[in-house]
């Protein structure tokens, strides 16, 4: 089932959000656990077990034991109101302090206390890691550490528990500026990926964000072109393969059927059509490996102007029967440029070809070559109908051709000036067309200079 592209957003924003408060909840529950296992060790200290919260008086005694060797004299270190319910035995299990004091008639004899073990704290006394006694503590002073460890851990767990609310808080605030954006961008990829190239995201969240959802809008703006560019252009070679299909293929069955003679005068026009054909197909392909750049280029000097000289007297005869004066200006000294010679001669020959074929009778194509500060130009200009301005950025593109002044009954299919500008870009020029003010449409193309 395909969820529509709102369900989708709001799918993969619940997702992201649960996965982030899971990870924040896995952080509250980590604090808490800490909490509790302190407050464990702490209880454990205080009901027999060995643990690292161990009462002072513990600490005190092993300390004096430690720098004495015994427990002779330890009356002197059981000062204050936190011994009075001290009892400290010996390793024997004697007693030596009798709630905080050493001069008890208890001292010395064995301790019974044991007896009743819920009414005291037993915490062993340790040194160098052998025992050395033990430190018992009454019920009454043993809930007073306990209250007093509480009374510690209390606020600590309060203030843990408000941080942990407010990581929680936070987590969901950053989710709501982070996770939107980087939700839409996932909907809108899904979407893509199922065929939708006019998916867009909106541009929003913090900077790495809005590049991210800015560089995917331009990423999907070309796919589209692209496929509308792909799409126009089988639509056109289809369209351009038609017309010269057809005619053959009337011709043909007036063959089969006798409604025409098989002479040269009848097969002509369907030779004719199959040469359209071959050219269409090699413009095809040249344009195609232009566009790839898998042509091969053979940059080596040459003289703009004996290239402009050559192909226009391969014109000249056809501007004659035309009526159409094809005149050649050169600069005095002009650069040497680095081309292909031969690619470079294909472009010229293109761009007179199709003046000649716009300009009306009795016009004037002329062909110019100067210098400019990046190399030579070649500046090819008519006074034909021109091109409407609209219609200029489309003059180099695949098979356009004007609606009106320059109409498909003139010819062509709208190949020569895409070629010619992958030609002229793939040496590293640049190629431009423009209305000239007189009257008619000038072209110009730049190569750079041979270092």
């Known amino acids: 089932m395909t969820l529509d592209p709102k369900t989708s957003v709001r799918h993969i924003r619940r997702r992201l959000l649960r996965l982030l408060l899971q990870a924040f909840g896995a952080i509250v529950a980590l604090i ?100 050395i006694g033990s430190l018992v503590i009454t019920v009454a002073e043993r809930f007073e550490l306990i209250g007093v460890v509480v009374g510690l851990l209390t606020p600590v767990t309060i203030v843990s528990i408000f941080l942990a609310l407010l990581t929680l808080l936070i987590g969901f605030l950053l989710a709501q500026r982070f996770l939107n954006p980087l939700a839409d961008v996932i909907a809108a990829a899904q979407a893509v990926a199922a065929g939708d190239l006019a998916a867009r995201v909106p541009v929003e969240g913090p900077g790495d964000l809005r590049s991210l959802s800015d560089s995917f809008n331009r990423m999907t703006e070309a796919l589209e072109r692209n496929d509308r560019e792909r799409r126009a252009m089988l639509t056109d070679i289809a369209h351009e393969l038609r017309t010269p299909l057809t005619v053959m293929r009337g011709k043909l069955e007036g063959f089969i059927d006798g409604v025409y003679p098989v002479n040269e005068s009848t097969i002509a026009p369907v030779l004719a059509e199959t040469y359209t054909l071959e050219r269409l197909v090699d413009d095809l392909r040249l344009l195609t490996l232009a566009e790839s750049r898998q042509l091969h280029f053979d940059l080596r000097p040459t003289d703009l102007g004996d290239l402009a000289a050559r192909a226009v007297s391969l014109f000249q005869a056809e501007a004659d029967e035309k009526r159409i004066a094809l005149t050649l200006a050169v600069a005095p000294n002009p650069p040497t440029v680095a081309a292909d010679a031969q690619r470079v001669s294909q472009v010229i020959g293109n761009l007179i070809s199709n003046a000649l074929r716009y300009v009306p009778e009795g016009g004037a194509v002329s062909v110019v070559i100067g210098r400019s500060a990046n190399g030579a130009t070649l500046t090819l200009s008519d006074n034909g109908p021109g091109v409407p301005e609209a219609d200029l950025p489309h003059l180099f593109d695949r098979f356009w051709r004007g609606e009106r002044s320059r109409a498909r009954a003139s010819g062509g299919a709208g190949l020569g000036l895409a070629i010619a500008r992958q030609l002229i870009e793939a040496q590293g020029g640049t190629i431009a067309a423009r209305n000239r003010p007189e009257g008619g449409l000038a072209v110009a193309f730049t190569l750079p200079i041979w270092k």
Do not use: K
């Open 32 to 131: 808490l656990g800490l909490m509790l296992i302190a407050f464990a060790l702490v209880v454990n200290g205080l009901t027999g077990g060995r643990s690292p919260f161990q009462p002072i008086q513990a600490r005190t005694l092993e300390a004096y034991y430690l720098g004495r060797g015994d427990w002779g004299g330890v009356g002197l270190i059981a000062q204050g109101d936190a011994w009075r319910s001290a009892t400290v035995l010996d390793a024997a299990g004697r007693i030596v302090l009798d709630n905080g004091r050493d001069d008890t008639a208890l001292i010395g004899q064995t301790y019974t206390g044991l007896v009743t073990p819920p009414s005291i704290a037993f915490v062993p006394l340790q040194s160098q890691g052998q025992p």
